[in-house]
């Protein structure tokens, strides 16, 4: 593909993201998880759980985040609420890739530690952001969730971009949360934060895409690469840069561009 222009750059981006962001997106991505709910408390803890999950074959998230509902009795919220240790025993044979059942309970229990001392997530959020992006919220909030005892193992199923990471599953989370819904595809039932402060959830897709069209130059796909990134969606749309996430990961998955 030839090296487009600037103004051709954004007419193609967003030529691409409109194409992608429509309902049947849902058929076959994580974001169906959360609009199985209507209760915001349950819409954050489903999207949360299944972002966390969100890496390897994405058949294999699917059906591993349906039995998770599920083993959480299709009330998320209800059930870390008011678990107890019986409740949790059944959680025990729950396993995707890293992620097994020991993780999974010391996430029910700092979850429930997270709602009963801020209410919910977008609030903790908001305390933290900062008007320019989310990622110093993302790093306040590892360190909120595991500050409970909790096993080691656990740790590395949130990212930090305070080390450096891209933190890609939660800030997909973040997107799901934040951004508008009237497309049909994100949630928007955060309404304190604003699409601007999003950074795009950069993966092998997103990443391989953006480099061939000149939008990133680092090779590692980490922090850094993410502050160059959100750089150049932010010039492209000041108020919405992640709508372009739509167009790298259609590109990269639908079009193998």
Request: glycine share 6%; with cysteine; proline share 4%.
């Amino acid at each position: 593909m030839k090296k487009l222009k600037a103004s051709e750059l954004k007419d193609f981006l967003d030529e691409k993201a409109a194409l992608y962001e429509q309902p049947k997106f849902i058929e076959t991505d994580p974001v169906q998880i959360p609009h199985l709910f209507t209760e915001k408390e349950d819409i954050e803890i489903a999207g949360f759980l299944t972002a966390t999950i969100s890496w390897g074959n994405r058949k294999s998230i699917l059906t591993n985040a349906h039995k998770l509902m599920h083993l959480l009795g299709n009330s998320p919220y209800d059930f870390i609420m008011h678990h107890d240790q019986d409740h949790l025993g059944s959680l025990d044979d729950f396993v995707h890739r890293t992620f097994n059942g020991i993780d999974l309970r010391y996430f029910l229990t700092a979850l429930q530690h997270i709602y009963t001392k801020y209410g919910d997530m977008e609030t903790f959020y908001v305390q933290y952001a900062s008007e320019a992006h989310l990622q110093n919220a993302i790093h306040n909030f590892k360190k909120e969730f595991f500050s409970l005892e909790h096993p080691a193992r656990t740790q590395k199923h949130i990212s930090d971009p305070a080390k450096n990471s891209a933190a890609k599953r939660i800030n997909m989370f973040l997107r799901w949360m934040i951004r508008s819904p009237k497309a049909g595809v994100d949630l928007g039932i955060w309404h304190t934060l604003s699409p601007a402060q999003l950074s795009c959830p950069l993966d092998v897709h997103s990443g391989n895409v953006a480099r061939k069209l000149g939008l990133l130059k680092r090779k590692q796909n980490d922090g850094k690469a993410l502050l160059e990134l959100d750089k150049k969606l932010r010039s492209l749309d000041a108020l919405d840069p992640v709508k372009y996430d739509y167009a790298l990961f259609g590109l990269g998955v639908f079009e193998k561009f």
